[in-house]
């Protein structure tokens, strides 16, 4: 213990605190995936909340870029968790999917000096882990009056 308290008053900042960044492409089949929501986590596997680096929605053609950094005592863990509405069924909610990023792009300091670039993602494709968000204004909108859906 005293040990971990000497490290934590003697190590550099900047030694401590860790970037990501991560762009790409998203589709939906043959269109592009064009105003979904793209967040870049740290994921604590030890907490009861992931740490948010950055987040931002698609453009026009379905791109987009992400960099963010958190100070952290272990090797953080980055995670992209996209929400959409491709191959849904019309179920309400969108899908929540979610995947872990390469570390070996973390740079040590407060700018991401390198980007992983995640190509052209299709998410057609269903991921093993995948959950369900219910916050968007039209999925509140359409449980509070059923027969609009």
Not at 17 to 37: D, N
Not at 97 to 109: A, D, H, M, R
Request: charged share 20%; aromatic share 10%; with cysteine.
């Amino acid at each position: 213990m005293i040990l971990i308290l000497l490290f934590l008053f003697f190590a550099p900042a900047s030694t401590l605190y860790q970037s990501y960044g991560v762009h790409g492409q998203f589709s939906c089949g043959e269109s592009p995936a064009k105003g979904i929501t793209v967040k870049l986590y740290d994921l604590d596997r030890y907490s009861h909340e992931n740490d948010l680096l950055d987040e931002g929605v698609t453009n026009g053609f379905g791109n987009i870029t992400l960099s963010g950094g958190t100070a952290e005592l272990t090797r953080i863990e980055p995670m992209l968790e996209v929400i959409h509405d491709c191959n849904d069924g019309g179920k309400v909610g969108n899908r929540k999917s979610k995947f872990l990023l390469p570390q070996v792009y973390i740079t040590y300091g407060t700018k991401a000096l390198k980007t992983y670039d995640i190509g052209n993602v299709n998410l057609e494709t269903i991921f093993l882990s995948e959950d369900r968000d219910y916050s968007d204004e039209t999925v509140q909108k359409s449980s509070e009056n059923p027969q609009e859906i």
